[in-house]
């Protein structure tokens, strides 16, 4: 028995390559540079390096001041270096101002507002990037409208509030009216609109799901970047605040910025113990951004490569 091979074809075209044109040609030339490595140069080292010494130098001056006392301060050129009387300007803050009492009340307040914010913008950013319901578009616009109104236009209405409720010189006086803000909504909403796919909501509605069951299994894995970047930028903002707290609050129950204000209460100010206690008052802060700036950075850049 014989077997007869088949012919070989040499006429086979030469295989073309893709276009680069249209919306997936732009796709993979995209993909095909994301995946060069981009080396940087002595300029770019440069500008970084002095940009990363302007932005510490405010904090390295507050160490500086804080160490020393106030007639160094005073003096013209002032110090450059750090002196030998920061533990002992530190232990006045914590003492005069009651800085204990004051972080406490600053980490519950902060603490609360910007994990209230975060879940409730990102329910609302949800509701408006991918829901369809009547109104959407006026209740954006009303959302968006009230960024525009000045928060002292309100005061006096909401101390009026507060005591009606009987929460003045108390903690939740701070915290529900900031529980949510519309720049976080707004914030949410642009992030949602592009990063979660509608194609990934159907199919949630395709299997049953409801739109609380959607927002915890599809909507919150998507979202977790944007909203780590929330959280700290609501913290920071929560913990810095000072025009409210210092409005419904008094010295006896204080967050940190107005218990600063009694370090600045003499006839003669004493700027080493105002800059010790601004530092006790940053020390959290740093120690935050330490400790979850990782996490935070790689939620980032995740949330950025995918799709």
């Not at 909507?219 to 419904?248: E, G, K, Q, S, Y």
């Amino acid at each position: 028995m014989t077997t007869q091979s088949l012919p070989v074809r040499t006429d086979t075209p030469a295989r073309t390559p893709e276009p680069t044109t249209g919306r997936g040609g732009r796709r993979r030339l995209l993909r095909m540079r994301a995946g060069r490595q981009h080396h940087a140069g002595p300029l770019a080292y440069v500008l970084l390096a002095v940009m990363a010494i302007l932005s510490i130098f405010p904090l390295y001056w507050t160490m500086v001041a804080a160490s020393t006392d106030n007639t160094r301060v005073s003096q013209t050129p002032p110090p450059f270096l750090p002196g030998p009387n920061l533990f002992s300007n530190l232990a006045r803050a914590w003492d005069e101002a009651a800085m204990g009492k004051a972080m406490i009340n600053s980490l519950i307040v902060a603490g609360v507002i910007a994990l209230s914010t975060v879940m409730f913008a990102t329910l609302a950013g949800f509701a408006f990037a991918k829901l369809r319901f009547k109104g959407r578009n006026i209740l954006l616009m009303l959302v968006i409208g009230t960024m525009m109104v000045p928060p002292q236009l309100g005061v006096v209405p909401l101390f009026m509030l507060m005591s009606e409720l009987g929460w003045s010189q108390q903690l939740p006086a701070v915290i529900f009216p900031t529980l949510v803000s519309a720049v976080g909504v707004f914030f949410m909403r642009q992030y949602l609109s592009e990063a979660l796919p509608d194609e990934l909501v159907e199919a949630g509605r395709v299997d049953g799901a409801h739109s609380l069951r959607i927002f915890w299994s599809i909507v919150l894995p998507v979202a977790r970047p944007a909203m780590a970047v929330l959280f700290m930028i609501t913290f920071v903002h929560a913990w810095n605040d000072f025009f409210w707290p210092f409005v419904v609050l008094d010295m006896t129950n204080p967050t940190v910025p107005v218990a600063l204000t009694q370090l600045s209460a003499g006839y003669v100010r004493d700027q080493s113990l105002i800059m010790a206690g601004a530092l006790l008052g940053t020390l959290p802060l740093l120690a935050m951004f330490i400790v979850f700036g990782r996490q935070i950075v790689s939620g980032i850049m995740a949330g950025a490569v995918k799709g």
